[in-house]
């Protein structure tokens, strides 16, 4: 069993999957109390499915692009059953987790989208950067990014890892507490080979909006 907020059907608002059609399963519960959370009502809210009721909710929507997200997805170990039946039946799986907990057991057709925390978030010291190592070429590494410090702080993990020459490294804003074009101007003027990339599904509907 596993505890599900939401499923729905939408556009992929962030990575380089950015504006393609995806089903989303919203997995409650989460570790992490971001500062910027966007997804508060994941922390407690949601029923109890079975992974075969889950897998024929996905399959109503006739989408080849799945995506686990939470909450934290991963604080539920049958996630990773989910996952891995859902690569079995074809499908394209990503997986968003916050980097606190290992991503070493999860299937290896998953791609995942994993966020380094920075010091905005009050989250800095639940990195768990150890899971760099267990990361593959298609996975991606996010960055949101809410002040300078942050931006810094990003740059030099950046360095530190040699993240750009690994994977996609994606750098985002604090929506409502930075300018894209601030974020933006400082990538350029770094010449950082990141991906900037917005939360398209605020700019479409409400940024409050569920289910999109």
Wanted: negative net charge.
């Amino acid at each position: 069993m596993l505890k599900v907020n939401e499923i729905f059907y939408s556009i992929q608002g962030e990575s380089s999957n950015a504006g393609l059609p995806c089903v989303f399963v919203r997995l409650t519960y989460c570790n992490l109390r971001c500062s910027y959370c966007d997804t508060e009502y994941a922390f407690y809210e949601g029923k109890d499915f079975r992974i075969g009721e889950i897998i024929s909710e996905v399959n109503k929507y006739n989408c080849k692009l799945v995506e686990i997200t939470g909450g934290e997805p991963l604080v539920q170990s049958e996630s990773l059953i989910l996952m891995k039946e859902l690569c079995n039946l074809g499908y394209d799986v990503m997986l968003e987790t916050g980097g606190s907990l290992s991503v070493n057991d999860i299937d290896e057709r998953v791609k995942i989208i994993m966020d380094l925390k920075t010091p905005s978030s009050n989250m800095l010291k639940k990195n768990f950067y150890e899971n760099i190592n267990y990361l593959k070429p298609k996975d991606e590494i996010k960055f949101v990014i809410g002040s300078r410090e942050d931006y810094d702080w990003t740059k030099s993990k950046i360095e530190e890892y040699n993240l750009s020459n690994k994977f996609t490294v994606l750098l985002s804003c604090v929506f409502g507490k930075i300018e894209p074009l601030t974020l933006v101007n400082w990538i350029l003027e770094d010449k950082l080979n990141v991906r900037f990339q917005l939360q398209l599904h605020k700019f479409i509907w409400q940024p409050t909006t569920r289910g999109v």
